[in-house]
């Protein structure tokens, strides 16, 4: 059994390495392209790209 899960980035599609299995919402960050990824399923692990937090229009 693997220590380590490796996916690859929605966005460049480079390697996203997890230390530990990964949980369900848990955003981890490509070291590619600085993408911020989410977990959206975890059987088998999905990764989508997190919500973007820029578009802040309130205060
Ligand atoms: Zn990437």
Do not use: N, Q, Y
Not at 15 to 27: G, K
Request: charged share 25%.
């Amino acid at each position: 059994m693997p220590a380590t899960d490796v996916l690859a980035c929605p966005s460049c599609e480079a390697d996203v390495a997890f230390a530990a299995p990964p949980v369900l919402a848990e955003i981890t960050e490509c070291a590619e392209c600085r993408t911020e990824l989410e977990v959206v399923a975890t059987d088998p692990v999905l990764l989508a790209l997190a919500p973007e937090v820029e578009e802040d229009w309130g205060e």
